[in-house]
């Protein structure tokens, strides 16, 4: 069975620091691994998706690397700002033809100006 | 683009009754998965559609179910509800087959049981 940790759960840093996030799974059998913010009381949104043949995705400020064979991706947020304040989550669909996805629990992040 | 939409927003029902959720997914989509996501529990799937037939579902009792009309709209319907079943309730939907298509999530359901 699929597990997802996320580290830290949660996170508080002054505006301006550049932020890893941290996602780790035990099946290394993924098709793809995606990123999602979630902003308090409102649905996931999509960030980054990185196939299982990429290593890593950009997008603006954020770069998401994958590493399937440690079981590891992490979440670069450069020049972090106070939007920036939500919880980030990682997402793995299921293995062995089944696409049933796991998400990890979530990094609570707080950036203060 | 209209995103993904969910109705109703807020729902408060009493132990015992039966609920029925909506999603509307984006245009094109033709996936369109469910999630429930609880403080304890985090977000967990529910089950997933793809052209009116179920591809996957999640480990959660026959209580929930749900379907998918020729249009891709879904609704989730939870029969003899309990306390337990308060939760935010998510959509999404993507354009095929969810393993490897981004997911587009809908601002949920709030469900309360009283």
């Known amino acids: 069975k699929q597990e997802v940790t996320q580290i830290p759960a949660a996170l508080s840093v002054p505006e301006g620091e550049n932020l890893v996030l941290n996602c780790s799974f035990t099946?290394?059998?993924?098709?793809?691994l995606q990123w999602f913010r979630q902003d308090p009381g409102k649905g996931l949104t999509s960030l980054l998706l990185?196939?299982?043949?990429?290593r890593e995705q950009t997008s603006g400020r954020l770069n998401a690397s994958l590493d399937k064979s440690s079981g590891r991706s992490t979440l670069y947020i450069a020049a972090s700002q106070p939007g920036d304040s939500a919880t980030y989550l990682c997402?793995?669909?299921?293995?062995?033809?089944?696409?049933?996805?796991?998400f990890g629990r979530g990094t609570s992040l707080i950036v203060h100006p | 683009k209209a995103g993904v939409t969910q109705t109703p927003r807020y729902l408060i029902k009493t132990r015992g009754q039966q609920v029925t959720l909506s999603c509307s997914p984006i245009s094109g989509h033709r996936s369109v998965s469910w999630y429930q996501q609880t403080p304890g529990q985090g977000l967990q799937f529910l089950f997933e559609?793809?052209?009116?037939?179920?591809?996957n579902k999640g480990n959660f009792p026959g209580r929930f179910s749900g379907r998918q009309f020729s249009n891709s709209r879904s609704e989730m319907n939870v029969s003899t509800l309990e306390l337990g079943d308060s939760a935010l309730y998510l959509c999404?939907?993507?354009?095929?087959?969810?393993?490897?298509?981004?997911?587009?999530f809908g601002d949920g359901t709030r469900l309360s049981i009283l």
């Open positions: 099946d290394s059998a993924i098709y793809n």
């Open positions: 559609y793809f052209s009116e037939t179920q591809r």
């Open positions: 997402a793995v669909p299921g293995s062995g033809g089944s696409y049933i996805p796991t």
């Open positions: 990185i196939q299982s043949s990429q």
């Open positions: 999404a939907s993507s354009r095929t087959d969810s393993s490897n298509q981004p997911q587009h």
